[in-house]
């Protein structure tokens, strides 16, 4: 059986998990406490030099660390996952952008609203919501018309960015201003296997537990 490492409140972990459900797979799960270090043991750092969650090991022992190349691993062989070049190069390019441009973003700004550091960096604060105002703003207008992200169907690229756009209002955003990435967002909760199992943010995340971000941190996933 297939082990999952992961952090329970990060949305980056909630993508796999999401992604599992749909699949139907059958998994493990090992919880990592980012915030007391379980990332930077010596046995964990092994596996994920980075130290990071979500980590994937597969029933012979490879060690797959990252969100986006657990999720491509997933998909491979599956309707997730287009079989047509262009197609493949489309969900590639909309995972490149969520983990460059939205999940840095949305997620930091996020995180820090949610833990109360937004006022102890207020100007680096700023900066990640007009930056990840530009993303939202990207996702609107890739959508489009679509049902989906790529080839009017379900992929796996729709899960990546899911993740991080479906709590984007939690970083102050008004999500009225996006109405295609709403309409998207209820598609996408409607699909098969679908879940909804992102917990909060303990009490040694918020302020005074370091006064970082989990965007920040070696072995946070924000």
Same mark, same amino acid.
């Given at each position: 059986?297939i ?7 990060s ?27 379980? #990332?930077?043991?010596?046995?964990y750092?092994?596996?994920?030099? @980075? ?5 994937? /090991? ?7 660390? /990252? ?7 997933? @998909?491979?062989? %599956? ?7 262009? /197609? ?32 102890e960096?207020?100007? #680096? ?7 990840? #105002? ?16 790529v080839?009017?169907?379900? %992929? ?18 008004d ?6 990435v ?12 679908a ?8 009490a040694?995340?918020?302020a ?5 971000s ?7 996933a924000?």
């Amino acid at each position: 059986m297939i082990t999952l490492h992961d952090y329970a409140a990060s949305a980056n972990c909630f993508k796999v998990r999401m992604l599992l459900s749909q699949l139907a797979l059958p998994y493990e799960r090992v919880p990592v406490d980012i915030f007391a270090g379980d #990332a930077q043991t010596a046995a964990y750092l092994a596996l994920n030099p @980075a130290g990071r969650t979500p980590m994937l /090991e597969t029933e012979d022992g490879a060690a797959i660390p /990252e969100s986006g190349a657990i999720l491509l691993y997933l @998909a491979e062989g %599956t309707p997730f996952l287009p079989d047509d070049r262009v /197609e493949r190069a489309h969900v590639h390019a909309w995972m490149f952008f969520e983990q460059n441009l939205l999940e840095p973003n949305v997620g930091t700004a996020r995180f820090w609203r949610l833990t109360g550091r937004e006022h102890e960096r207020p100007e #680096a604060f700023a900066r990640h919501l007009e930056a990840g #105002a530009a993303a939202l703003e990207v996702l609107e207008r890739g959508l489009g018309d679509r049902d989906f992200l790529v080839g009017g169907r379900y %992929t796996v690229a729709d899960c990546a960015l899911y993740g991080y756009a479906r709590v984007a209002h939690e970083a102050g955003y008004d999500m009225s201003a996006y109405p295609g990435v709403l309409a998207w967002l209820g598609r996408v909760a409607a699909t098969p296997g679908a879940i909804d199992d992102l917990e909060p943010y303990p009490a040694a995340a918020h302020a005074g537990a370091g006064g970082r971000s989990a965007h920040d941190r070696r072995g946070a996933a924000g």
